[in-house]
Every structure is written in C-alpha cells, then in structure tokens.
C-alpha cells in the first residue's frame, strides 16, 4: 500500500470527525431546539459523508471505519497488515479531526465528554446502524462497480440518525474520538467499548445478511 492511501483516510476519517463534533457545536450555538440540532448534524455529516467517499474512494476504498475494514478484512480484500494500519491510521484521523473542531470553536483541544450511553436500547440501535450501513456498501458497491456509494452510505447515515436512538455513530474510531469533546456530539469514554463491540457485531450481522443475498462488495 503506498503512503497517499493511509493519507486518504486519514484525511477522510479527520474531515468527518471534524464535520460531526463542529456541527455539534455550531448547531447548539445557533438554537436550543434539539431536533434542529440534531437536523443540523445530520445535514452536515451526510455532506461530508458523500464528498469524501467521492473524492477519496479511487485512493483508499474510502473505509473512513474500522468496521468496514474488518469486513474487507473477512472479504479478504486486504490483508491483516493492511487492515491494521488502516484501523491505526482512521483512529489518529477522527481525533485529529475532533481536536481539529474543538480548536475551531475555541474550546479546549481534548475534552472528555460526560454523555454518559449505556443502556441496551442504545447499543442494540448501534448494532442495527451499523448493520445496515454494511449491508448497503456490500449490495449497493457490487451494483455499477459502486458508483452509487457516496449517495447511498451518506442516505443511509442520514436516515439512521433519526430513526435509531443512538444518532448512528456506526463507527469506532469516530466514536472513541468523540470521547475527546465534551460537546453536543460526544460521548463518555466508559460508554465507547460497549457501542464499539456493538457495531462490530453488527458489522458481521450486516456482512452476513449481504451475503444471503448473495451479493456482496
């Protein structure tokens, strides 16, 4: 694997975890109306979400998650080195990013969130946001050699952060970095090993689905 593709998700990773947590913030600076707050997130993330897919999925593949790694991984369309810097390199990403929007909103650079989430509901929803999030990359990246990915991952994203109760954060490595911001979009660091293991479980849940199908990325 050459340098600019461990770039590339670097960069994607970080532009996204800036995107969540700036959004967060800008959001509740503009209205204390959390639906609104929550409608001003999503756009953002789903923006962002779509661009960077497409200008960076030729590059990397465009994982931007650690989930969807290890399911390249089982694919076997990497290999276990390949997926490690990947994981490696999305992690330093996300919390550059989060760093990155903290500074921006002139808070300070590492936070420690107290949203505290963990009851069952929330890492039940992180299983299916993840789930589903799998499933359509799987489907919707073998139809077109892929070319309705951007569209179809940022829908799918933009959907779940209304219809979980989670708000769909699908993604450990943002997820863990979202610890780092004690901000609208962040979360209590005793709560991100149980909604990492839920979207690992749901990612295989989602591969295994894809699968019976029997059409997969």
Aim: net charge neutral; no cysteine; hydrophobic share 55%.
């Amino acid at each position: 694997m050459k340098l600019r593709t461990f770039l590339a998700e670097l960069v994607g990773t970080g532009f996204l975890a800036a995107s969540i947590v700036g959004a967060g913030v800008m959001a509740t600076n503009l209205t204390k109306d959390v639906g609104l707050q929550l409608l001003i997130v999503a756009v953002a993330t789903v923006f962002m979400l779509a661009t960077m897919i497409q200008m960076l999925g030729p590059i990397s593949g465009a994982h931007f998650n650690p989930a969807v790694t290890l399911v390249d991984l089982i694919n076997k369309k990497i290999d276990l080195k390949t997926a490690v810097n990947y994981v490696l390199t999305q992690v330093i990403g996300a919390v550059i990013g989060v760093i990155t929007a903290n500074v921006m909103f002139d808070l300070p650079a590492i936070g420690s969130s107290t949203a505290a989430k963990t009851s069952w509901n929330l890492l039940f929803s992180e299983v299916v946001a993840t789930a589903g999030l799998i499933l359509v990359i799987q489907i919707v990246g073998a139809q077109e050699k892929g070319r309705y990915i951007p569209l179809a991952v940022a829908g799918w994203i933009g959907s779940a952060y209304f219809f979980t109760s989670s708000t769909t954060f699908a993604n450990p490595a943002v997820t863990f970095a979202r610890s780092l911001s004690d901000t609208f979009a962040g979360i209590e660091m005793t709560s991100v090993p149980g909604f990492v293991i839920a979207q690992l479980i749901g990612a295989i849940i989602g591969l295994g689905i894809a699968k019976g199908l029997g059409s997969e990325r």
